[in-house]
Structure formats: structure tokens, C-alpha cells
């Protein structure tokens, strides 16, 4: 009989601590089979990230020499902002796998001056030998679409912390113009449009906090091809023989040109930040 009121007053006790506030918080979190799944099938996602990146480079005016990117080439001014943001919106198809579609928009400017510096090849101080090839400003802007799937994998079975991977097929189109920094003498103006398909693969991470996620993604692997249609205009100022400028003359041309790259894009640069609201389907 003692011992029979001794198992009474076990399982009594370990019903007790299974309802403690801090041992179901737990259990909720980190253990049993609800915490597997990380987001529920039916759920809708809305998101939003992107990144911002600037380089500045700052040459030696005296000497005309610049920050050296090979052993002959310099930037003697420079700098150069890229940024991206990409709004998105996806459905749960499953636990933990969502599938959706993603605006992109992306772009950069780049402000340079470029130099050719043979002056330690031939031992000289001369400036002649250290010659402004290219004093450019480059403008980007590119747009696009894409069709997203994401697979969710929760750490330990966290329901606050998951790894995910992605893959992505995007179509975009972008132009660049291309035009010199300082206009004296001539003109010569680049637009170039592009048109590209891409498959791309990715992961990261998210940190939910409620319905609310802080992610941060990376780009790891990407197929693409493209196509650039460039259209440069030329103009040149003619003068008299006294040096005067009396009008001015202006050529066309179009080129284009299609490549194809596969390559591993891992490049911690490239991280995105990002916010994501996952939102419950509504109960009939």
C-alpha cells in the first residue's frame, strides 16, 4: 500500500513540473514534435531586403598617382555605390518550404579617373609616362523579376532559429551610360541595355521573433546569360584656325554582344539584410 501511494504521489509530481510556465517555454522552443517544423504549410510570407556598398579611392594629386590596381593601372580619384532592394512575397506550400516571387532592383555609380603608370618600369619620374586613359562616370540601374523557393531548416529544432537555402529564376533588364568626366575637345557618350535570364542558388539565415524574421542572405552559385545592345554617340567640336569653336560634329554606331557565365558567387560583400512578416492563414 506505501508503495502504491509513493508512484501516486511521483506521477502526481512529474504531472506538477510538466505544466511549469518555464519547462513548457522550453518544450515549445526547443523540443518535442510542434518545434520541428519552423513556419507551417498555409502560412503567407512578406519580405523585404537589400545591401549598400561604397569604395573610395584617394590619389596623391602632386605626384598624379593613385591607388594601384595592377602593376601598370591606378584610379587616381574615385569612388564607387552599389546598392540593391528586393520586396518579396511567398506562400507556404509545405512545412518549411514556401514558394514565391520577388521584385528586384539594383544599381551602382561609379566616378573614376584611370592611369596608365609605366614609370617604374623604366626607372623615371617623367609625367609623360603616366597617362589618364579613362575619366569616367558610369550610372546603373537594373530591374527585375524572379520566382523564389526556400527551404527552411530550424537549428536543433529551434522555433526562433533555421538555416535556409534558396534558388532563384530571375529575368532582368538593365542600362548603364557611360560619359567622361571632363567635355573639352570631344564627346563620346555609352548607353548599353541588357537584357538577362539567370538561375541562381543561395542560403543564409533567419532569426524569428514571433511572426517577425531577421534574415541575412547570401549568394552562393549562379547560371546566367545576357545580352547588351550599346549605343555610342561621339561628338566633336570643330573649330576654325584661329582655335574658335564654330560647331560641332556627331557620330552614331551600335554594337552588341552576348556572354554566358556559370560561376560560385560566394562573396561576403554581397550579404542582404533582410525583415520578413510571416502571416497565419485565417481559420474558417
Not at 530591374?143 to 523557393?149: I, K, M, R, T, Y
Not at 570631344?186 to 517577425?212: P, Q, W
Amino acid at each position: 500500500m506505501k508503495k502504491l501511494f509513493a508512484l501516486a504521489a511521483l506521477l502526481m509530481s512529474i504531472s506538477a513540473f510538466a505544466q511549469d510556465p518555464v519547462t513548457k517555454y522550453l518544450e515549445g522552443r526547443f523540443g518535442g514534435p510542434d518545434s520541428q517544423t519552423f513556419i507551417p504549410k498555409g502560412y503567407h510570407a512578406l519580405g523585404i531586403k537589400g545591401g549598400f556598398r561604397s569604395f573610395n579611392a584617394v590619389g596623391d594629386d602632386e605626384t598624379n598617382t593613385g591607388y594601384a590596381l595592377l602593376s601598370l593601372l591606378n584610379i587616381g580619384n574615385g569612388q564607387l555605390k552599389i546598392w540593391n532592394v528586393s520586396p518579396s512575397y511567398s506562400w507556404f506550400i509545405a512545412n518549411d518550404l514556401s514558394l514565391g516571387f520577388a521584385l528586384n532592383y539594383n544599381g551602382y555609380v561609379a566616378d573614376t579617373d584611370i592611369r596608365l603608370d609605366v614609370r617604374d618600369i623604366v626607372n623615371s619620374t617623367s609625367e609623360s609616362l603616366n597617362l589618364l586613359i579613362s575619366s569616367r562616370t558610369l550610372t546603373h540601374h537594373a530591374f527585375g523579376a524572379s520566382v523564389v523557393l526556400r527551404k527552411y531548416m530550424p537549428l536543433f529544432g529551434s522555433k526562433r532559429l533555421a538555416i535556409f537555402g534558396e534558388g532563384r529564376l530571375q529575368g532582368s533588364y538593365g542600362f548603364t551610360t557611360n560619359v567622361p568626366r571632363d567635355i573639352k575637345d570631344f564627346n563620346r557618350e555609352r548607353v548599353s541595355g541588357v537584357i538577362g535570364v539567370a538561375l541562381k542558388a543561395g542560403g543564409g539565415l533567419a532569426f524569428k521573433m514571433g511572426d517577425n524574421a531577421l534574415t541575412v542572405s547570401i549568394p552562393l552559385f549562379g547560371i546566367s546569360y545576357s545580352y547588351t545592345l550599346q549605343d555610342r554617340t561621339t561628338t566633336k567640336n570643330l573649330t576654325d584656325e584661329n582655335g574658335n569653336v564654330v560647331g560641332t560634329e556627331t557620330m552614331k554606331s551600335r554594337t552588341h554582344m552576348s556572354s554566358f557565365n556559370a560561376a560560385r558567387n560566394l562573396d561576403l560583400l554581397g550579404i542582404q539584410i533582410g525583415f520578413t512578416r510571416y502571416i497565419e492563414p485565417k481559420r474558417k
